[in-house]
DNA sequence: AATCATGGTTTCAAATTAAAACCACGTTAG
DNA sequence: CTAACGTGGTTTTAATTTGAAACCATGATT
């Protein structure tokens, strides 16, 4: 972790997110956080990964405030892993991740869990990028600008 | 790569994604390509990673369908890489890895990079998630579903 | 003919990961 | 009381991955 960034001394708005994250399994465990798991063995079991592992990327993400401990919810003396407001901000990402899996990972017939409405157990929409008029947005219609000097580039 | 999946054969929606696209780096070097970056040498000047991991890199990347290898487009006797459907299908995830560094990354008057409106040049709004009917959903309005009897739990 | 730029591959040391063994603490069973 | 057990980890150790640097191949430049 902790990458070293020599060529550029602070890293960008995408990069840093990341980095924060830590590796996949992290955000495997916050997409069971999602789900309502809580406890490590709940994620040693979900996901099936070593328990040291497990372990340092618990530390991780509470260290990196998307995840917070709190004493366990039924009495026993353990602790329980909750995600914070910085944590639940993670779910477009883990949706878009979702449908870009359903886009391209899945046969058409090929049965896959789905992300739904909770009050109508409809499918939910694609993510959406709109402009501030409305407008929906795709890729070739946005820049990225960098602030100040304005060095426009893409 | 190619991450053992022990205790169920089949990776979820979430993880098969994650597997495809590799690791970070991977994220990044997407990131460049939706940026119009092509060649070998720009991805490792912006990126300033070894030459080594971004040939693995773009090679994993290539074998996934996310880029596609093209004759270099002005001439010279070299290749470029560009991003093929699949990979340009990952620009949401993108764009939600950024608002959310934008969100918790930075400090309210720190200057960052920001992704605009290529017409009106101004900010794009945030990523919208709706359900089929219109409304906007958080994570608590929604639900993930397994499809009948498959034993995929998520 | 020698040099340089580009786009890699190879080599090798260092860091990371993962499996398994171990440990601590509290609970239940005998 | 004591032995086994479940939960939630840490430590140990080997295997894998990473990354820096050196090397190489090809074509263009001087």
Redesign the interface.
């Known amino acids: 972790m902790a990458k070293r960034?020599?060529?550029?001394d602070s890293m960008?708005?995408?990069?840093?997110?990341?980095?924060?994250i830590g590796?996949?399994w992290s955000?495997?465990i916050i997409?069971d956080a999602?789900?309502g798991l809580r406890r490590f063995g709940e994620f040693q079991k979900?996901l099936?990964l070593a328990k040291n592992i497990l372990s340092a990327r618990l530390r991780n993400l509470v260290a990196h405030?998307i995840l917070d401990t709190v004493p366990a919810s039924d009495g026993s003396p353990y602790q329980e892993y909750v995600l914070t407001q910085?944590g639940?901000?993670?779910?477009?990402?883990?949706?878009?991740?979702?449908?870009?899996?359903?886009?391209?990972?899945?046969a058409p017939d090929e049965?896959?869990?789905?992300?739904?409405?909770?009050?109508?157990?409809?499918?939910?929409?694609r993510?959406?990028?709109?402009?501030?008029?409305g407008?929906m947005?795709?890729?070739?219609?946005?820049?990225?600008?960098?602030?100040?000097l304005a060095g426009e580039?893409?």
């Open positions: 960034v020599s060529h550029k960008c708005g995408v990069a840093r997110p990341l980095d924060a590796d996949w955000l495997l997409r999602f789900d979900s099936g405030g910085k639940q901000g993670l779910f477009p990402l883990l949706v878009a991740l979702r449908q870009w899996g359903e886009d391209f990972f899945f049965p896959h869990v789905t992300l739904v409405d909770r009050a109508t157990h409809m499918p939910v929409r993510l959406e990028l709109r402009a501030q008029d407008r947005l795709m890729a070739e219609d946005t820049v990225v600008v960098v602030p100040a580039r893409e």
